[in-house]
T-cell receptor, first 116, second 114 residues
Framework: AQKITQTQPGMFVQEKEAVTLDCTYD???????LFWYKQPSSGEMIFLIY??????QNATEGRYSLNFQKARKSANLVISASQLGDSAMYFC?????????????FGSGTQLTVLP | GAGVSQSPSNKVTEKGKDVELRCDPI?????LYWYRQSLGQGLEFLIY????????KSGLPSDRFSAERTGGSVSTLTIQRTQQEDSAVYLC????????????FGPGTRLTVL
């Protein structure tokens, strides 16, 4: 079974500063993928970034980067130069690559508020 | 191109009634997923379709829930004899079956059971 833990129910950050959202995971799958999604108040789920368990380098997508530490089973999201539009709920998720179960297992989310 | 669409966007029903929720995935996506998001909670997996394979129903919470996918495209999630605890946003997602498995989500159907 897979499990995702997000220990920060809410986070605040000043506009233009960087913020790290924590995510730890547990799985017995040898190959897996880690994802971050953003959910604004409108409710849509927006894909941000992906990290494969065998990727040697940390994933980056614009202002988003994923700090992947496999031995610690952590996949923290770093948002640089925060913007007011970054205020949203952020979900960490994982799926199996090696198995047939491709559904995403989600954490409970972190509500990020960017302060002007 | 068109994204994942879901209908209706909102559904209010009375306890005990049956409801059907529809999902149109992105054309060409072989995998389709249903999730449920209760108020202030994360997403809970319900069911997964992949091509012509038997669906993975391991997330369905009770036998009142069922889903089908016709012609490898449109999917319908049916909830029979709805209960108040079924109130949630039901999200559909689709993807290509590849290692990065990015799932594209629809806007969801907000179900309220009175």
């Amino acid at each position: 079974a897979q499990k995702i833990t997000q220990t920060q129910p809410g986070m605040f950050v000043q506009e233009k500063e960087a913020v790290t959202l924590d995510c730890t995971y547990d799985t017995s799958d040898p190959s897996y993928g880690l994802f971050w999604y953003k959910q604004p108040s409108s409710g849509e789920m927006i894909f941000l970034i992906y990290q494969g368990s065998y990727d040697q380098q940390n994933a980056t997508e614009g202002r988003y980067s994923l700090n992947f530490q496999k031995a610690r089973k952590s996949a923290n999201l770093v948002i640089s130069a925060s913007q007011l539009g970054d205020s949203a709920m952020y979900f960490c998720a994982m799926s199996s690559i090696s198995g047939s179960a491709r559904q995403l297992t989600f954490g409970s989310g972190t509500q990020l508020t960017v302060l002007p | 191109g068109a994204g994942v669409s879901q209908s209706p966007s909102n559904k209010v029903t009375e306890k005990g009634k049956d409801v059907e929720l529809r999902c149109d995935p992105i054309s060409g996506h072989t995998a389709l997923y249903w999730y449920r998001q209760s108020l202030g909670q994360g997403l809970e997996f319900l069911i997964y379709f992949q091509g012509n394979s038997a669906p993975d129903k391991s997330g369905l919470p009770s036998d009142r829930f069922s889903a089908e996918r016709t012609g490898g495209s449109v999917s319908t999630l049916t909830i029979q004899r709805t209960q108040q605890e079924d109130s949630a946003v039901y999200l559909c997602a689709s993807s290509l079956l590849r290692s990065d498995n990015e799932q594209f989500f629809g806007p969801g159907t907000r179900l309220t059971v009175l």
